[in-house]
T-cell receptor, first 114, second 118 residues
């Protein structure tokens, strides 16, 4: 069975500092990994994905994530946080078959203080 | 990116009535759509996978007779919460992935529907 773990309920950083939101996964075979962001009472916005290729994936709004197969991790990073980055972040995984759904982690609330 | 429109954004209904939520892919065709439910400050829980022209596949523990899903076209899936009760109050989100771009594309999400049953 596929699963995703986000070990932190909340991450607090000061504006301008680097941020990391952690994600580990468990899946049989090669994973498709995703990060989404959710603002209050809104749907999810796609940030980035890892399918294959370079382990470092760059996405929207300056975010990037590094796929680490040996550690089964896919941590989300940004070199310099903005207050507007404050939101709920979800890591997700799915199998390679086209019709399979995303399985989400529990989410991590990112709070960036000015 | 592709656009998924979900309607209504919020709805309040009386206990015992039914509510229909629509999910449309506006600029792409989606053979498969997904319905999720989200409780406050919690993750998205997959309810069902909706396949165009066939019956939906429900996750374990989801009542198929209560949450009716219809996927009549490649751009529209509907979720009907029948005989709603206060415990059905939640945030419902649909998702769709383009069927003509292969299996490695990201899913796009509707803006969600806040259902409150009183």
């Amino acid at each position: 069975a596929q699963s995703v773990a986000q070990p932190e309920d909340q991450v607090n950083v000061a504006e301008g500092n680097p941020l990391t939101v952690k994600c580990t996964y468990s899946v049989s075979g090669n994973p498709y990994l995703f990060w989404y962001v959710q603002y209050p009472n809104r749907g999810l916005q796609f940030l980035l994905k890892y399918i294959t290729g370079d382990n470092l994936v760059k996405g929207s709004y300056g975010f990037e994530a590094e796929f680490n197969k040996s550690q089964t991790s896919f941590h989300l990073k940004k070199p310099s946080a903005l207050v507007s980055d404050s939101a709920l972040y979800f890591c997700a995984v799915r199998g390679i078959q086209a019709g399979t759904a995303l399985i989400f982690g529990k989410g991590t609330t990112l709070s960036v203080s000015s | 990116g592709a656009v998924v429109s979900q309607h209504p954004s919020w709805v309040i209904c009386k206990s015992g009535t039914s509510v229909k939520i629509e999910c449309r892919s506006l600029d792409f065709q989606a053979t498969t759509m997904f319905w999720y439910r989200q409780f406050p400050k919690q993750s998205l829980m997959l309810m069902a996978t909706s396949n165009e022209g066939s019956k939906a596949t429900y996750e374990q523990g989801v009542e198929k007779d209560k949450f009716l899903i219809n996927h009549a076209s490649l751009t529209l899936s509907t979720l009907t919460v029948t005989s709603a009760h206060p415990e059905d109050s939640s945030f419902y989100i649909c998702s769709a992935r383009s069927s003509d771009r292969g299996g490695n594309t990201e899913a796009f999400f509707g803006q969600g529907t806040r259902l409150t049953v009183v």
